[in-house]
DNA sequence: CTGTTAGCGCCTTCAC
DNA sequence: GTGAAGGCGCTAACAG
């Protein structure tokens, strides 16, 4: 069937090629690898005796002498986030084209699980990158060390390591003018679960904004991060006297705009809305939503970035921070006049 | 400043803790592996001096000691995929429990790619996982036997490997069931890739509906698989006679649905659309998608299972075939009286 | 029950 | 230029 005898493909060891090729192990091993100084001659001998028999060097042994896995990790939180998807698949082709491998772990939102996943996948790679954007500083700060290199995603740790984030801050300040330019003053923020790192650089930016607009209101909902959460937040959102509502994220927006809907609520004639992140179905929605493009691809392509530099070597790669693009589709509009305004407003 | 004094966080070895500890290497191998037949005393004494030191057992080394990585390889044809990302998600948690690390490769959609990565990643883990849609038979049967223990997502190939996949054929003959039941005739087909095997399946579920129901006709569309093809697809659409049209996944049926609204086209009451897969965002379009629910994390779990038990050692697993099922939503509903159906029939 | 000795498959000084 | 030998860190026979 196959085009040799040999059995248990992948079994067939530097030992074996040598002896085929009546050359020693060593030989092999540096004809293989390309080292200069072997007789082309045998070379060609040993490449030859090397296919014949299937040949293919171990990596697990390779790796073992060489120190060098040529694989990195990548802990995320959550593999059905739409946003650390999208850093996966940048982080991954990425990796790959410096025939890089990639190794994930899940941790399912739970921060017990990150640090011992971190620890167990850094421990069989050359590296981690770590999405964990709740784990406390202070745990973060403990792990770092033990599983360098590493490179945090969307989240900074002193210099501990590099990272490579999304500046939520300034993107939601950018969404806070957009809207304030189209004269709306009350607002409300639907907020993720409070300990995230970018849930805090997104509250920064609604006090900056207050402080620069000192004639706003900003009234803060705590919610969750998934479609439901938005959904559940309806009522509430209501019953502020906002006029436009940024949420924590398109899942919430989209579960907002879903419940705000089947209410009567019209958006954005009655309410305007705003999401984050720009997955892929934000074009979609009725009406399609507004909302800061966070480059998680790109964020991805850099964290590897970040890590091929480590891994190199080379000095520790400069943090970046990737300004998400305001994206202005139909889910914002000018504000209503306050009396029609008032009058959208009846709890169910 | 960690609780040791050790630098180089990994780097201590089983011969240090050995030194530590007083005894011999084998003795802190057995200690630390549960051997039974060691003086409580001494596992106390080892186990003491091991998290002393910090140490935690190189797997690499371990690993090519005993042949088993306790990693398994998945190859998808593009992590960008809803439905690949599912079946990812339930793999990834299922092997988790079990232990099990995940090492990932993306394809990129590249036959070529596919082989190659496929080769790589299973050499440095158990065993492979393989969703390889359009890989041609030939070329996957002569594959298999290099990557065994692999099994297939949602493609079988003869008995050669384990399969794990949806149904398709039957969800799509119960969604032209359900159609036909709201009372359509003509339908449009919008096909994906001809060379998948889920597309094949499809086919073949439309030509045994046409033998049960010779009154009733489907155009077939070619298309691509994503939200943009969709949408180039329905002028073509409009051009066919058809009163429903059954996209080729969720991602189709939104571009599709998206495009018509723009011309005006009412759905269901001037055409009833169904996707398939039902992606995270199904039910949130409007109207919300009538689809086939594929059970992708399952199918994740399931390949997982299989995996399990070949790497058990136990006899071949079953394949499985998941049926999805069908979900009714706004997008389907009776079929116009025919006199206004033609009526809605007119291009841009 | 514990220690000594072989390798797992490979790369890499060393001598020749 | 090439071969022989040591060792990466660990587990699994062997002895004792």
Redesign the interface.
């Known amino acids: 069937?196959?085009r040799s005898s040999s059995r248990d493909?992948?079994k067939v060891t530097i030992t074996e090629v040598a002896k085929h090729a009546g050359v020693s192990l060593a030989t092999v091993s540096r004809a293989l690898n390309g080292v200069r100084t072997v007789d082309p001659a045998l070379v060609e001998r040993v490449r030859a005796s090397a296919d014949a028999l299937g040949y293919?060097a171990?990596?697990?042994?390779r790796?073992?002498v060489s120190g060098r896995?040529q694989?990195i990790a990548v802990v995320v939180p959550d593999?059905?986030n739409p946003t650390f998807?999208?850093v996966?698949?940048g982080l991954?082709?990425a990796a790959?084209a410096e025939s890089y491998?990639?190794?994930?772990?899940?941790s399912?939102e739970q921060v017990a699980a990150e640090r011992e996943l971190a620890?167990?996948?850094?421990?069989?790679t050359d590296g981690l990158i770590l999405c964990a954007p709740r784990m406390p500083e202070d745990e973060l700060l403990?792990l770092l060390?033990?599983?360098?290199p590493a490179v945090l995603v969307n989240r900074a740790a002193a210099t501990a390591a590099p990272a490579v984030a999304a500046d939520y801050g300034t993107a939601l300040g950018a969404l806070l003018d957009h809207l304030h330019g189209l004269g709306h003053r009350r607002f409300a923020y639907i907020s993720g679960l409070a300990r995230s790192a970018s849930n805090a650089a997104r509250l920064d930016a609604i006090a900056a904004f207050r402080r620069a607009h000192p004639d706003t209101a900003v009234a803060e909902l705590p919610s969750g991060v998934d479609?439901d959460s938005g959904a559940a937040a309806a009522d509430a959102v209501l019953a502020t006297d906002a006029t436009a509502v940024l949420a924590f994220n398109d899942l919430v927006a989209?579960g907002l705009l879903?419940a705000l809907t089947e209410r009567g609520v019209r958006v954005p004639e009655d309410l305007s809305i705003t999401g984050f992140d720009d997955i892929p179905?934000a074009p979609?929605?009725?009406p399609p939503l507004t909302t800061a493009a966070v480059p998680s691809v790109e964020l991805g392509e850099r964290a590897w970035a970040a890590m091929s530099g480590l891994l190199a070597g080379g000095p520790v790669p400069e943090s970046v921070l990737l300004t998400p693009q305001i994206t202005v589709r139909g889910s914002t509009g000018p504000v209503r006049p306050e009396t029609l305004n008032q009058g959208a407003r009846q709890g169910p």
Do not use: E, K
């Open positions: 069937m196959g493909p992948g293919q171990n990596p697990l042994a790796s073992l896995t694989t593999l059905g998807q999208a996966l698949r991954s082709r790959a491998h990639v190794l994930i772990a899940d399912a620890g167990a996948t850094r421990r069989r403990a060390p033990q599983v360098a479609f989209m879903s179905f979609y929605t009725h």
